[in-house]
């Protein structure tokens, strides 16, 4: 199972080696994690995805509220939530016409953002499922890089979210 | 403006000429006025600052110089796990600050709370690989509770010092209350060394605002429908058990827990950090579970129908293989840290709460239905203490360590005692035969399991109990590791007692070789490598000369000492031991084939315990 955790923490020195370090001794399973401030300078939001059962999750939830420097923790699972991944991938226009990828661009509502005489760099945010189904498509063009920030999420309902700080 | 002036000469604190201090007297006045009275601190050229500070305050805080940093970190467990105060330690950066990272790591293991000062160097050249620098803020976040770094917001402007130096006393406040609030446990504090010599012109405020938006350790007050719960629970038990660990002994419920325990009736075994919750000569103590406890408490909470788990964290040494454990019962598990219910056992009735609380509810609310009918059941669990008591055979002349634990525990049990123990054999008969009566009486290094922890923990406790009689059972093994604090003892002038049960081997790995691994010995000999005993080859003749000679080592050192070689002679030499109110250290000679028992192999279940 995978699972979408929210949390608050302080913007501070550290904290995220802090939280990446009990994750990684306590060999929890974290398969992405993004971070950045929120509208309070004194506070970061990271969104982590882990896999495990819900003995695993129970685990992972409480030991990060026991960081002295993480405010709240949220548990996306059974909620209403947005999720969003977002992607930069540079794609090859040697082998075949650029006017294809731009098709497949406009279908994925992705942006070229860049473009140059071999190829072409689109960006393009979503669901995972989506982001993942655009590279599959782009792979025959030949990918030459891409990066990915992992997800991000928030509750639509943000009731949850005001009883915090 | 009259007015003012008499106000300002009734609060002599806020007027207190500020021009003088700087960053090294800020932390040690905060540390006083959060009610520090001791430390333990090696200096060094990050922490001299601090130093001066220290000794010109030698009136209000007694320091102590320990001769190792790992020594002071364990003197100051040994003063937090002996009394309501938190223990201090400090050491310069690098070397100094690394050498305390074992007994960080092991008040973090033993909850126990604690302070560890570290000078650091200037903010300037953090980073740049500067002499005896090392972050140690890295290397311990995962080994404390907490840890600051008090530096100058702006790293492009650390000579900007003037808000650290305003944040030291609300950053003191701050370690205090997370080290003993919630489970407690360790902070670190690093302190770069050019805020300590920079002066701050401005007043200060010794008592500001915390500022922890992510820390909330306050007592949930508990439900009273939980309470229900467990007694209806109780009630409803034919075969229950109080499965009681050091949780009780940090929340100081051992008294409510003794109490209820009384009421019920119900049988009482404890985690090795839980001794001392329950009065071990008791009849209705079991006293000590897991791997090396007793066989009765063993079999009773495999039997139980009902364990109810305060301050206890199911750890692998009680368990055995975790499948099997107490598959027959109910769990109620209360502890303070959420993260340890359903950590390791799936628990039926979860609490988190501060245990005391939970159990000064369950005294009040038991009414006389609720006393369980259990008749059978203790009759059950009396028969099998008749049959598996613990116990050790008679070797002659040998002095078995079981008996001098037991003779130890017969001369000192009517006086206030503290033992505390280094790691292995020992540690375990100490566990097994020594009964404590009463709460933060035994020191012993649990969770970690760090030799060398005995001889400085009871040098932190006789700081703190300068008037009672401190014991440091050891092994040679373990003796060695901290051996350098002898000359603490003698330069302090702390009274400690050693007893030292020497079988010139690491104990507890020759069992496991002697029962796993055909007896083979792998580097468990501490003697010479030319002699037989190196490959296990002796004769087992323990009446030649040991090594080293550790009574003309604690003379060196200044300490009185005695060897001891026959049962007949140790009663009185223990007794003039006891009687001297200098340090001493009595080394008595054992023989090295005795097992720990009875024991269940590691991950092994009660079926497989070994009692011969």
């Known amino acids: ?165 | 403006m009259a007015k003012a002036t008499t106000k300002k000469a009734e609060k002599p604190v806020k007027t207190e000429k500020q021009a003088q201090l700087n960053g090294a007297d800020i932390l040690v006045e905060a540390l006083i006025r959060q009610g520090a009275k001791s430390m333990f601190a090696y200096p060094g050229g990050a922490s001299m600052p601090l130093h001066q500070a220290l000794v010109k305050r030698r009136d209000r805080i007694r320091t102590v110089l320990p001769r190792h940093e790992q020594g002071g970190g364990f003197a100051a467990q040994g003063v937090s796990r002996s009394s309501d105060e938190i223990g201090l330690c400090m050491a310069t950066s690098g070397p100094g600050a690394t050498n305390l990272v074992t007994a960080i790591a092991d008040a973090k293991m033993d909850s126990v709370p604690m302070i560890a000062i570290t000078g650091q160097v200037p903010q300037k050249v953090i980073g740049t690989d500067a002499f005896q620098e090392t972050p140690i803020v890295e290397i311990c976040r995962a080994v404390t509770k907490h840890h600051y770094l008090i530096t100058a917001n702006d790293w492009a402007r650390t000579e900007d010092v003037t808000e650290a130096l305003k944040s030291i006393p609300r950053i003191v406040k701050e370690a205090y209350h997370i080290a003993k609030t919630g489970r407690p446990g360790p902070v670190l504090i690093d302190f770069p060394k050019n805020i300590q010599i920079a002066t701050l012109d401005e007043e200060i405020d010794w008592d500001p605002p915390m500022h922890l938006p992510g820390y909330k350790p306050e007592k949930r007050t508990v439900p009273p429908e939980q309470i229900r719960q467990i007694l209806a629970a109780i009630r409803r038990s034919k075969k229950p058990i109080l499965y009681v660990g050091g949780g009780v002994i940090n929340a100081n419920a051992a008294e409510e827990l003794t109490k209820f325990a009384l009421k019920t009736g119900i049988p009482v075994t404890m985690t090795v950090m839980g001794l001392g919750a329950f009065p071990g000569d008791h009849p209705q103590s079991l006293h000590m579970l897991g791997m090396h406890g007793t066989v009765y408490s063993n079999y009773a909470i495999n039997e139980a129908d009902l364990l109810l788990a305060f301050g206890v964290r199911f750890d692998d040494r009680v368990t055995g293989k975790l499948e099997e454990f107490a598959v027959h019962g109910k769990i109620v598990h209360v502890d303070i840290d959420p993260s340890e219910l359903h950590k390791n056992k799936e628990a039926h009735i979860p609490i988190t709460a501060d245990v005391k609380d939970v159990l000064v509810a369950l005294n009040r609310e038991l009414g006389d239905d609720d006393i369980p009918q259990i008749d059978e059941w203790k009759a059950q669990v009396a028969a099998w203490k008749e049959r598996y008591p613990l116990t050790y055979r008679d070797a002659g002349e040998w002095i078995l360590p079981q008996y001098a634990i037991d003779e130890l525990w017969k001369q000192t049990k009517d006086r206030d005692t503290y033992i505390s123990v280094g790691v292995g054999q020992h540690q375990m008969w100490a566990a097994q035969f020594y009964k404590f009566a009463k709460p933060k009486r035994w020191l012993s290094s649990s969770g970690l399991g760090t030799m060398g922890f005995g001889l400085p923990a009871a040098m932190g406790v006789q700081l703190a109990h300068p008037d009672s009689l401190v014991v440091d059972i050891d092994g040679d093994g373990s003796m060695l590791m901290n051996i350098q604090e002898f000359a603490t003892l003698h330069c302090e002038k702390l009274p400690v007692k050693i007893l030292l049960l020497n079988n010139q081997h690491l104990g507890m790995v020759v069992q496991w070789e002697d029962r796993f691994m055909e007896g083979s010995r792998a580097h468990t000999y501490l003697g010479p490598i030319d002699h037989p005993e190196w490959l296990g080859k002796g004769d087992g003749n323990i009446a030649e000369e040991t090594y080293p000679n550790f009574v003309t080592i604690a003379q060196g050192f200044g300490l009185q000492a005695k060897h001891v070689r026959k049962k007949s002679e140790f009663p009185a030499a223990l007794a003039e031991m006891l009687a001297s109110p200098e340090p001493y250290l009595l080394d008595v000679i054992t023989p090295y084939q005795e097992h720990v028992l009875p024991m269940i192999p590691g991950g092994g279940t009660v079926r497989d315990i070994i009692v011969e």
């Open chain 1, 1 to 165: 199972m995978r699972h979408v955790l929210s949390a608050l923490v302080m913007n501070q020195p550290g904290v995220l080696a802090h939280i990446s370090g009990m994750l990684a001794s306590r060999a929890f399973n974290i398969e992405s994690l993004a971070v950045g401030e929120t509208d309070n300078p004194e506070f970061s939001r990271i969104t982590f995805v882990v896999s495990g059962d819900d003995r695993v999750l129970d685990q992972v939830r409480k030991q990060l509220e026991k960081i002295v420097t993480v405010v709240k923790v949220i548990d996306y699972s059974n909620k209403d939530f947005v999720e969003r991944d977002l992607m930069l991938i540079k794609v090859s226009t040697e082998s075949r016409p650029r006017s294809e990828i731009k098709e497949l661009c406009e279908i994925f509502r992705g942006k070229i953002v860049d473009v140059s005489s071999g190829h072409v760099m689109i960006e393009i945010s979503g669901q995972e499922s989506k982001i993942n189904a655009f590279i599959e498509l782009m792979r025959p063009f030949g990918i030459l890089e891409l990066v990915r920030t992992g997800r991000i999420a928030l509750l639509r309902d943000d009731l949850a979210e005001d009883e915090n700080v």
